[in-house]
């Protein structure tokens, strides 16, 4: 077992740079047997344990002053099950390497995120997801879970288990680190398949006007909305015959690295230092990208390298309110005199059966306000998480947002069940911190 630091003295910082923390000590275990004697051996020196990915969270869900386990050496895939067609992977494997291993073993995962730096337990931790007309979040994947629990013994889970363990299993897909630490999860896989994307820039109202039709016509649909202009970019994926045509390298370089990070930097840093410079910056910004379509394995298609560091609230909200969501946000853009330089990001997902996943009993559409690191930010979110609030929204869990255990309470049904079992599991508040004692009370 070792022990890391990340930064001065100690102190961890999150990708945003708007969360650190400084914990008694840091702990990369190399198994799970290591990994639940650092529990143990901090509930004896009455240390709060805390486990932590990539840092990709905007809040506080990882930070501890206790002990902060760092899993970077709990990685791998453990088996393949073909007939069962699952993989079993251990906590701390990045989703990078994760879909690299499954694409040369002729596997994907069915949907992903837009980026694939976490960690898998990170990830499925806070709820991370992609866009989907069926299929949902990459917590809605996973088919069982192993987890040290706060008496330092090792539990696993599925829905096949005993009604204990289809319990944990229902709230510890997207458990936020309240249940344990998560050691290893077990996904379902498929057949690896192409998939073609079709991206082109298309009107904010036609967007809107078309959007039961465009969610409907396309397996995966999402865009971004460029405040301040009319301008969106749309992007549709389907699962295609073949046959595999990759973006070029120049063009790829071109689009996705010098226009989509390099010169978008460049803008952001000439939007923070003039911020009356926005609205003109955004008008060319909307007309940057191209129209193109492409068609490659899913990861390659359903994630981006995005280089430009930001902080992020987002919400899901009854996909039903999507539209009127959409014009009340641009509208408040509008009158504010805000100057908002990030789009904003818009993506769909099916009801599940994780008891606190955002899209947890309903159809959910997603909301995703930015701004660039360093950039005054809370005048933006408030104004838009009143608006998203007020359609009971519920915010992503590792994302920017000001609500508490009352108001989850109310948007989520099944909120007592998730408490009820954290009571069980974690009397003692092992695994607590200031983030969880907001979000599901003491």
């Not at 309240?178 to 690896?192: D, H, Q, S, Y």
């Amino acid at each position: 077992m070792s022990s890391t630091a990340n930064g001065k003295n100690g102190t961890w910082r999150n990708w945003g740079g708007n969360v650190s923390a400084r914990p008694a000590r840091q702990v990369a275990p190399a198994s799970v047997e290591e990994l639940a004697a650092a529990v143990r051996r901090a509930a004896e020196d009455g240390l709060k344990v805390k486990a932590v990915g990539t840092g990709h969270s905007f809040t506080s869900i990882a930070a501890t002053d206790g002990v902060l386990i760092r899993p970077q050496l709990l990685t791998g895939i453990r088996n393949i099950d073909r007939e069962a067609m699952t993989v079993t992977v251990e906590a701390g494997t990045p989703l990078k390497r994760l879909n690299a291993a499954l694409a040369r073993e002729g596997l994907s995962l069915t949907n992903m995120g837009d980026i694939m730096e976490q960690t898998v337990s990170g990830a499925t931790s806070t709820g991370t997801h992609g866009t989907g007309r069926e299929s949902a979040s990459i917590a809605a994947q996973i088919k069982g879970l192993e987890l040290v629990t706060a008496d330092g013994s090792v539990l696993t889970c599925s829905e096949k288990g005993t009604e204990e363990e289809r319990a944990v299993f229902a709230a510890a897909r997207t458990g936020l680190g309240a249940l344990g630490i998560v050691t290893a999860i077990t996904f379902a896989v498929e057949p690896l398949f192409l998939l073609t994307a079709r991206e082109e820039p298309m009107p904010f109202d036609r967007v809107l006007n078309e959007f039961d039709q465009l969610w409907a016509e396309n397996e995966h649909f999402e865009f971004y909305w460029f405040p301040h202009t009319g301008s969106t970019n749309t992007k549709r994926n389907n699962r295609s015959a073949g046959p595999e045509r990759p973006v070029g390298q120049v063009a790829g370089w071109i689009e996705d690295e010098f226009l989509s990070n390099g010169v978008f930097q460049v803008a952001q840093w000439v939007g923070r230092a003039a911020p009356a410079a926005v609205p003109a910056i955004a008008q060319i910004s909307s007309k940057a990208l191209s129209a193109r379509t492409y068609t490659d394995i899913p990861y390659k298609v359903f994630t981006s390298p995005r280089r430009v560091r930001f902080v992020e609230m987002e919400y899901a909200v009854p996909r039903a309110a999507l539209v009127e969501t959409l014009r009340e946000l641009r509208t408040m853009v509008e009158h504010s005199g805000l100057r908002v330089s990030f789009p904003v990001e818009v993506r769909t997902a099916p009801a599940d059966d994780i008891t606190l996943s955002t899209a947890s009993g309903r159809d959910s559409a997603y909301i995703a306000v930015h701004m660039f690191r360093g950039t005054p930010y809370q005048a933006y979110f408030t104004a838009a998480e009143r608006i998203f609030t007020a359609h009971e929204g519920r915010p992503h869990w590792g994302k920017v947002h000001t609500r508490d255990a009352e108001y989850f309470a109310r948007v989520y049904p099944r909120f007592g069940e998730f408490t009820a079992l954290r009571d069980r599991l974690d009397p003692e508040r092992l695994f607590q911190n200031d983030y969880l004692r907001r979000v599901l009370g003491a």
